[in-house]
């Protein structure tokens, strides 16, 4: 038996080597179009700022202690161009193939610069992998921008500005749509926009870019220009032979996570997966999705019997300290899924006044008729990651607001109030129905 | 229709202000015997220790604000000796006599000192009221004393140890259990002790104290001695009225806060509250307990309909900078409780190694045969709080290890790992079934 997984960064490897862990005798090949394999993406702003020193301290893993440790052979410069089902078999650019008998297609996303014009300018960059970052590095280093304009108002994109700000330049975040971090959402949307202002970002929402010029973007002046408009999931050769693709564009999955194609499994960022709280597949590429799901694929094409229960869309991201960070259903993408959503927000101390806690912002969304609660956000430079996973935990298992009311969250002066945030904003909620 | 509350600290002026909001016209009043209401007892170790400076800082209330803002009678100084039901009459040391419909016992606990000769003396303290941390602080500017030692390993034990320690004192912690904050749990007590140790606090498990002597306790030469020797139920005058106190000692409550007595009330740490958990009656008296249950308690005897859900057992605790966080139930107590108990322990970056993550270590019990989460334990410098309400709200939606494995939990590099320290202590428990 065979596998081959396409693919080595997050769900590639994770499946990988859940693989092996199944079926320690199963033959496994990755195979990887770039140069190195199992970084952490989501790590690379932070490497531009130069708070992470080395590119290399990003890498988790590399080819060899795959090789050595678990027996899997990894490939990487080795780009699969189509897929022979019928044969069982990959295409590489070199011309040979590679047979399978279970395939784990984990092709990845790119970015999506559909109808920019200007893209290929050597001071446009994307933030998509580890050569992006490096030449982005050496870029500031070289050339010594003043002034960037970054495409996108995405998580990627907001970090890129934080990041191009530390470095001194001028930075303004452009993003077509009136919301940014993906979210349908005004009040975060204007939290983000605050929070970038006083530290000297501009956002411009609502800027439909069409074109790069060698000085300017959208009539902005510029040395530089990121773009972080959107991910494009990889799916043309997996839908060459077959594979169904999801509305949202990704591949769409089981809960085995195995596509139409029986023995042919997707996972990552060029995959859809269930979200709990509509109950409908959803395209949310991330990295924690990528990883486990990754593994459940792994698991099934080894002969294993997992599944995975799905994602609420819990995400978490830092601007010049603030954390911002969102799960489920914001109240107009409740209303959109067909719910009859109620909300309410509220600010309290992240801790004890007395203790010199600052201040939080929480929301809660919940269903009318049924009194579940959909999705939250939490917005504040202290606990906001433990609140937003508690949220999390709740929309996984379909809590309803009376019960997240009385949750026994932990209370000690150094850590949280006697009143947790998330518990006053639920009374609150608790008053709309 | 008038309601009584007795005890206005935390689950008494929840009960009082709860019952305002459900009924505007009901006449409440509120009779606590000390000086000063509504106060956050669990800062006075803080205050204890300078962090806080003054204890009107730990005051949430006054009595004007209740009896202005609430219309609300609070009286301050004024015990309740004894309550004749049949007259529906409570009597105050005064000799004066208070009519009610609905009464709501909060009448707290005091420090459990049974069986220790010589708490009397000037240089006992106990840390239960505003008076105690007061008097504590005037005798360590006063006195100057240079070896304390704290009997009982509690929260606040350990927390008055810290607090001591950094006011230049030598001390000993002496608790009579093999282990110490109240949870059969020998590597959190080994975690405690390292973590006293290396700030200069040495702990003694297995030590009963009979007698506190002028200058020294179990042979520990000592000017100081902290009493936290555990918590005993204000129970006597509802006991007096046939009103049924548990197993524990605590009085027995449904899940409407109302004792067998109709219309008699109790909630705080005079009452047991159910155990999500286990499904039985528990004793464990902890401020956010006290004020959820006290807010049910006070809406049914204003004629609200409410219910408690109960508590899992959710605490933490500082020492030196270092959270120790517990929930739910340990293996030993999930033993004892009948459950087939199995448990995963780990230790992973709270960060990425990339972002100088420091090491956190997650415990999780789990039940063998319905493979349900029974509890977990946190402890490390970042992030306890945030995972163990995690941990929390996952068992108080009865989760099994299947699921928690799966959680959307936030990532991005300056908050979590891509794998967060939960799901890797999943991940291993998994291996255990």
Redesign the interface.
Known sequence: MALVVVGGV?AGLSAAARARRIDPRLEIVVLEKGPVISY?A??LP?FVEG??HEAS??VVYTPEYFRKERNIDVRTGTKVVSISHPRREVLLESGARVRYDRLVIATGARCDSAGIAGVNQPHVFTLHTIEDAERMREFLRERQPKRAVVIGGG?IGVEAADALRRHGLRVTVLDRSVNVLLREDAWVTDAVRKQLEDHGVELRTGVPVQQIEPDRVADIPCDMVVLSAGFKPNVEIAAAVGVEIGRSGAIATDERMETNVTGVYAAGDCAEVMH?VTGRPAYIP????A??AGRVAGANAAGGRER???????????IFGM?F?T?GLSIEQARREGFSPVSARIEAQAR????QGRKTTVELVADRATRRLLGGAVVGEE????????I???L??R?RV??FE???????????P???PLLIAAQQLLKEF
Chains 1, 2 share one sequence.
């Open positions: 997050a952490g989501c790590g932070y708070r992470v301290q990003l998580y709990v991330l990295g924690t999705t990883n486990k995975f229960h799905g994602i609420v869309g819990t995400s978490i991201v830092g954390a960070a799960t004890p006044r007395y203790f606990g906001a990651s433990g609140r937003i996973n508690v999390a935990t709740a996984e298992s809590m009376d019960e009385q949750l026994d969250l932990a209370y000690s002066p150094p850590f949280a006697v009143w947790d």
